[in-house]
Every structure is written in C-alpha cells, then in structure tokens.
C-alpha cells in the first residue's frame, strides 16, 4: 500500500537529509511542503496525508501549534512524526501524541522504526493489509487471518474459508506490519491470538480453532523457546510486548 506524507520543515539541509532517507521508502509518497506554520496547516488540510513530518521550530513559530490548529479542522489526524535537534522538545512530543520523535540529522535506521510504527497503528485502524502476489494486489481482513506459515524467504498464509495465499514476503516482513493481536510463536509460525483455542507450555504448542462452527476442524502449532515467554506473556497475562 501507498502512503502519502508531507515535510513542514524551514531548513534546507534538514529536508534534504529527510529525503534522501525516505528515498528507498517507495510506498511512501512525498505530496507537499511548507515552510510556514500557516503554510502548513493549510497544505495539511488540503493534502489530508497519512504523516506530517513537522520540524517543531519554524523560525519563531511552534511546530506543536499546527497540531493543535488541524485538530480543531479535522476529525481524521494524520500521524505526525517530529524532526528536531532540540531533545527538549521529546516529553511534549509524546504529550502531545506524536507518533515518533526523530532527531536531526535524520538516522536511516531510526526512520525504518518510525515507518514500521506507523504501518502497524495504521492498520490497528484500517483493520486490513494489503498483500502483492503474482496476481496483484489483495486486501486482506485481519480478522480474517488465522495464521502465517514461512516457506522459505517466502509465505503462506491462511484465512477463514479460504485457500491459503503464497505471497513473496518473508514471515520477518509481514511481522513488521502486523499489529495486535498477531504474535510471532516459532521462527515458521505467526498466529492470530484471537484464533487460539488452547495453549500447553508443557509439550510447547497452541491449537488453533476456526470460528466457522460448520468446520471443526483445529489446528496445532509448535512454539520454540525462543517465544514462549512472549507467548505466555501474552496469552496468560494480557501483556502484548511487541
């Protein structure tokens, strides 16, 4: 799936530092950018993209300030991913709920973090993914998804009243984008916890069971050491760490 963004950002070496790192990020799509503050809550609310990367000092003006001037104006917020060199700024990024907090000169590695949050909070509200395979593009129901098997450096995954679907992703991959209630249980295995009808941390595995009453058939599923903790954490305590 395509993401749009726009730049808010006064400072030239700034947004060229930030396109460049975005420039092997080709879901995601540059659609404006302001200098100004009124500039940018103008093109924000023209635009209506999926993030605002917001520098937080524009000239005197006050980054937080377009957050709080869009959301009188709109009642889908797009997320906002704050650039700055000030680490002063952090605590009211995360008051203010921002999405990630960026430092300049922009950390390839950090950006991949904020992208990958944002593609699961995305779908944790679009409540689908968007698969590509040889036949095109798929939008898959979440809720759909019992679970997904790795093949290789590819995948299989299955769903309520369906074939399974190969798809040309690695399982680390789909992992990445994949919000709660999915967990990873084996280095072959994710699963869809609402599927989950049993767990024995004794023999190591989880059954799982379709929802479709007309079909009892259940599935069991090995758990290695590596994630039992996690899934104990999350099926027996509530806890969902990832």
């Known amino acids: 799936m395509n993401y749009n963004y726009i730049i808010i950002e006064d400072n030239p070496g700034s947004i060229k530092n930030l396109q460049m790192a975005l420039r092997p990020h080709k879901n995601f799509i540059e659609t404006g950018m302001a200098h100004t503050l009124a500039k940018g809550i103008s093109l ?19 980054g937080f300030e377009l957050i709080k001037e869009i959301r009188q104006f709109t009642s889908e917020m797009p997320f906002i991913i704050i650039t700055t060199d000030f680490d002063k700024y952090a605590k009211k990024a995360v008051n203010s709920d921002v999405l990630y907090f960026l430092d300049k000169p922009v950390d390839p590695d950090e950006l991949i973090i904020a992208l990958h949050k ?15 395979n040889t036949q095109g593009h798929f939008f898959l129901q979440l809720e759909d998804i019992q679970y997904i098997q790795s093949d290789n ?6 769903r309520e009243n369906h074939s ?15 919000p709660a209630p999915f967990i990873r ?16 941390t004794a023999k190591k595995k989880i059954r799982l069971n379709t ?32």
């Open 211 to 242: 929802l479709n009453p007309e079909n009892l058939k259940n599935i069991e599923l090995p758990i290695s050491d590596l994630y039992m903790e996690l899934v104990k954490n999350v099926l027996l305590t509530g806890k969902q760490t990832k």
């Open 44 to 62: 924000a609310l023209t635009a209506r993209p999926h993030i605002i990367f917001l520098d937080v000092q524009l000239g005197e003006e006050n």
């Open 153 to 158: 450096n590819c995948c299989r995954i299955f």
């Open 185 to 200: 249980i084996h280095k072959s295995y994710i699963v869809n916890a609402k599927y989950i009808q049993m767990l024995n």
């Open 118 to 132: 944002f593609e699961k909070r995305f779908l944790e509200i679009q409540n689908h993914i968007t698969i590509k």
């Open 164 to 178: 399974p679907m190969f798809v040309t992703k690695t399982l680390k991959e789909i992992e990445s984008i994949l």
